[in-house]
């Protein structure tokens, strides 16, 4: 349930207490509104900032306003009148965005904006939302910039927090990120052993970890074929990880997804591909594995693939859709 507590935000700038607008003459009007409303302020969520300019967002107390937003604590933010809050149309329409995606009301003493009452009125109100939804887009957009291009510049740094979930064979704390797992490293190693020297196919390695009752990556018993194959394939293992080895695709993949037992059928949502091997950033990782073990797995993943039976060298056009009427999954050439 929303919390229904209060926040107080007053301002003045220089100007206006040379003109004896106070900043406790706002405090008094709004705690006092505040309690004749039955609504609860904690002393400590009353922000204020007493001589600076409203056009601007570089105040110590919105800061502190804007923290506690983001907790989702806060229900109502009372404030005088919209100018207290920022003088920059612009600005104050972002921070009333940004309280409404908290699920905060702001609510003014004074001036506060009427509902429309005439056609011009409505026309008026929804071009201001129109506004609304812009500048919020913007800001969307300029913070996922930013976030990308933070963590582009540190994994040109080698920061390893900026790599994705650590694979099988190392964990991850706080403070550091892909440390070797002895128990799982040992696995790893093993199973490039049966694959490269012992001649063990995908199946076979994962028949034998099964029969040693060792857990896959997701704590299963079951080890599938692919997971051995992306332990196989997986450079991190020989010291070097990768950022940024994907990105987002516009168009729709096509690619349909069967679920048999559940009897869905759908299409893939937020289809990635892999973007070219030379835009990815390289990561150095800890080795589990000898380089020399690690190509001589390559080539022989590489040599299975050509020589697979499912490999299509000419893809139809019903694969995919034609279906098997036992099972319930997709017939391939």
């Known amino acids: 349930m929303k919390s229904h507590l209060t926040s107080i935000y007053a301002r003045v700038s220089s100007e206006q207490q040379k003109e004896e607008e106070t900043i406790n003459s706002q405090l008094d009007i709004l705690i006092s509104y505040a309690q004749q409303n039955g609504l609860e302020v904690p002393p400590e969520w009353i922000f204020k900032d007493d001589g600076y300019s409203g056009k601007n967002l570089d105040r110590p107390g919105l800061d502190r306003l804007r923290e506690l937003a983001q907790d989702n604590v806060l229900g109502t933010i009372l404030i005088y009148s919209p100018d207290r ?49 812009v500048f919020a887009e913007y800001e969307r957009a300029l913070i996922l910039d930013r976030t990308r291009r933070g963590r582009l510049f540190k994994a040109k740094l080698g920061d390893k927090n900026v790599l994705p979930n650590a694979p099988y064979g190392y964990n991850k704390d706080r403070k550091n990120y892909y440390i070797v797992n002895p128990e799982q490293a040992a696995i790893v190693k093993e199973i490039f052993r049966l694959y ?67 009897g869905k059928v759908v299409k893939a949502k937020n289809p990635i591909r892999k973007r070219p091997h030379e835009q990815w950033i390289p990561v150095p990782v800890p080795a589990i594995v000898a380089e020399s073990d690690f190509e001589a797995a390559q080539l022989l993943l590489k040599k299975n693939k050509e020589f697979a039976s499912r490999n299509t060298k000419q893809p139809t056009i019903l694969q995919g859709l034609l279906v098997c009427g036992q099972c319930g999954l997709s017939y391939y050439k």
């Open 85 to 133: 809050l920022s003088r920059s149309f612009v600005n104050q329409l972002l921070l009333e965005e940004e309280f409404k995606q908290h699920g905060i009301q702001v609510h003014y003493l004074k001036n506060a904006p009427k509902p429309p009452e005439t056609k011009e009125d409505e026309a008026n109100y929804k071009l201001l939302s129109n506004f609304q939804g």
């Open 196 to 262: 490269t020297q012992e001649g063990y196919t995908l199946r076979k390695v994962s028949k034998y970890l099964e029969e040693k009752g060792i857990s896959s990556p997701g704590s299963y018993l079951k080890w599938s074929n692919t997971t051995v194959r992306c332990i196989l394939a997986n450079s991190a293992y020989i010291g070097t990880a990768y950022y940024g080895k994907t990105e987002k695709r516009e168009e729709a993949s096509g690619r349909i997804i069967r679920y048999p037992k559940l």
